[in-house]
Every structure is written in C-alpha cells, then in structure tokens.
C-alpha cells in the first residue's frame, strides 16, 4: 500500500511517498480502506516542532528525540471497512466509518487497522468521506473545552480564532448548547464565521476585542494569543479561560492566576473518546453541525498541503483524499 512518511523534523518536504505492506487485523481489529484524511494543527506542529514555548524537549521526549519515533502523521480518517478480525461485533464489511486516532497518529495511509473499541464511528449519511474525515480534530477539541468550561445555554462566548479547525467546530457547538457566541477572525472570513451562526463577529485587524469594555462568561483561545494577563478584564466575575494553545510561560501564569483571582483557567490537551464521535455524529445527521472544507489536496500533493497549513492562514480543514470524488 501507499503511505506517507517522515524521517526527520522539518519542512514539509520531508514528507515521502513511499509503499508498504498492507497491514492485517487482529481479531480484535478492524482494516480500514482510506479515502479521506486531514492535515490539521497537530501535524504541521509534529512534523515541524514548532510548538508553544518551553515544550520542544518535551515533545521530542515524547514523539522522538532525534527523529520521529511514529513515522507516519495524520489523525483523522474517513472510509470503508474492508476486513474484520474474528473477535470484532460493532462492525462489519462495508460499513461507511471515520476515526480520531489522537496521538497515535498514522492515518497518512491507504488502509489503516484500528482497535473496535478505538476511537471509530459510523459515517452521517448526509456527509462525505471528505466532510466526515474532518469531524474528529476540531470537533472532538472544541466538544471537550466546552464541557470542561461548564458551558450553559444563554452564556456569552468569545471565541478567538473563530475560523480555523477548531474554532469553526467550537461555534457550531455553542450555538447548539445555546450560547452567545462572539467570534473573532480576520475580515476575509467574517461571513463565513456569520453563515455558521455567529451573534457578533470582531475583525480583529481592525479592532482589540480585549480593549472593548463587553466582557464574557467564557472567552476560548484556539491560536494562542490570548493570554490570561491580556484578557482578564474580558472576563466576568467567575469566568472562565480556555487556552487550546499554552505554553510553558503561559501555564505559569495560569498557576498563578489560579490561586489569586475568582476566575478559572483551562489549558490542554484535549480528550477525544468514541462517544464523543458518535455525539458529533449525531449532530452531524440532525444538520447542526458541519465540518468546514478550506481546500482538497490528493495523497500525491502532500507537501502543498503542508505548506498550506503552514501559513495558519487556513479555515476550517484541509483534506487529503485518497480517491477522487469522495
């Protein structure tokens, strides 16, 4: 089979196409036939280390020192069953499915074996294998925020970064759960962050929402410039501060934060379980919640896609696909 690989940190031209063998389940396994994938935050970051300040020897420590220990990225995909173990009950050939493979990565590949009891879900029906391979990163990131922040319907939300992966997955989830939601983003993508149902939205090249005087039940960092010192007067008496990207400098701060002021920091990472796809899912069926599309890439322009992502100037996902008209 084909598969993408990288042996070094770097540029995206470390990405390499290259074949393997074709992997074979265990009787607790599933074999997934790819026909979608993502290149989300988690893997420009892998791949490159760029990383929040303080974690590059943790990360290294983590995913490998001086190459990376998992080769292959990639943590979201979409497809169909082709072959099951003899042990495995929840699925069968053919279904339609995607899954989140979170850290354990490896879905830059043409079939891929995952656990039943993994992180893997049916497909919605009213979604493409493109659409339904982006579910998982930004959705299953944005759900677990939400809930860690005990959002409730009629809170007023800030969410920073309202137009990227997560930040489009964390608007539709809040206006579902009934909040107010304020976003943030650049002037080329305030309609879209309107179309998904935005009650107010500040461009923020044209204006500071931390120096409006409109302060919030809960304000969502997704891009890691909102510290809590900057947006502590944004928040009202018992707020909460979620901060999807921290780093070491910041997490001291929110130690800090934690032990003299009435207001609650959250940082990462992030939790993504099966019954949060299958929740995602849901929605997804009852049209309230899509993933949004930015641009398709096939498996051979790896390395465009990248750099792509690279710019952070994405909205919503970037996918790659492994078969055309998916």
């Given amino acids: 089979?084909?598969?993408?690989?990288?042996?070094?940190?770097?540029?995206?031209?470390?990405?390499?196409?290259?074949?393997?063998?074709?992997?074979?389940?265990?009787?607790?396994?599933?074999?997934?036939?790819?026909?979608?994938?993502?290149?989300?935050?988690?893997?420009?970051?892998?791949?490159?280390?760029?990383?929040?300040?303080?974690?590059?020897?943790?990360?290294?420590?983590?995913?490998?020192?001086?190459?990376?220990?998992?080769?292959?990225?990639?943590?979201?995909?979409?497809?169909?069953?082709?072959?099951?173990?003899?042990?495995?009950?929840?699925?069968?050939?053919?279904?339609?499915?995607?899954?989140?493979?979170?850290?354990?990565?490896?879905?830059?590949?043409?079939?891929?074996?995952?656990?039943?009891?993994?992180?893997?879900?049916?497909?919605?029906?009213?979604?493409?294998?493109?659409?339904?391979?982006?579910?998982?990163?930004?959705?299953?990131?944005?759900?677990?925020?939400?809930?860690?922040?005990?959002?409730?319907?009629?809170e007023s939300l800030l969410i920073n970064g309202a137009s990227?992966?997560?930040?489009?997955?964390?608007?539709?989830?809040?206006?579902?759960?009934?909040?107010?939601?304020?976003?943030?983003?650049?002037?080329?993508?305030?309609?879209?962050?309107r179309s998904l149902g935005a009650d107010e939205v500040i461009d923020y090249t044209q204006e500071d929402f931390m120096r409006k005087e409109k302060t919030y039940d809960i304000i969502m960092d997704a891009v890691g410039t909102a510290s809590f010192s900057r947006c502590k007067d944004s928040l009202k008496k018992d707020g909460r501060l979620l901060l999807l990207v921290a780093g070491l400098p910041t997490m001291l701060e929110v130690l800090w934060a934690s032990l003299t002021t009435d207001k609650k920091i959250l940082v990462g990472p992030a939790r993504g379980r099966a019954e949060d796809l299958r929740f995602l899912a849901a929605l997804a069926e009852a049209g309230v919640f899509k993933p949004v599309i930015d641009r398709c890439y096939s498996f051979e322009q790896i390395v465009d896609a990248h750099h792509y992502v690279d710019t952070r100037r994405k909205n919503g996902n970037v996918i790659i696909t492994w078969v055309k008209d998916v």
């Avoid at 990639?74 to 009950?89: F, Q, R």
């Fill in 164 to 193: 990227g992966g997560v930040g489009t997955a964390a608007l539709q989830l809040a206006k579902y759960f009934g909040a107010k939601v304020t976003a943030v983003c650049g002037a080329a993508n305030v309609e879209l962050v």
């Fill in 1 to 154: 089979m084909k598969a993408i690989v990288y042996q070094r940190y770097g540029a995206p031209e470390v990405l390499q196409l290259t074949e393997m063998e074709k992997p074979i389940p265990k009787n607790n396994e599933v074999l997934i036939k790819l026909y979608a994938t993502t290149v989300n935050a988690g893997d420009w970051r892998l791949r490159s280390l760029q990383v929040p300040a303080g974690f590059a020897l943790i990360m290294r420590l983590l995913f490998g020192i001086r190459r990376p220990r998992q080769p292959i990225l990639g943590s979201e995909l979409a497809g169909e069953i082709e072959s099951v173990g003899k042990d495995v009950s929840k699925f069968k050939i053919g279904d339609q499915v995607f899954a989140f493979t979170d850290t354990h990565l490896g879905c830059y590949v043409e079939y891929k074996c995952l656990p039943e009891d993994s992180a893997i879900a049916l497909k919605p029906s009213n979604l493409s294998y493109k659409e339904a391979a982006a579910l998982s990163f930004g959705g299953t990131t944005a759900l677990d925020f939400l809930r860690q922040g005990a959002l409730q319907s009629g």
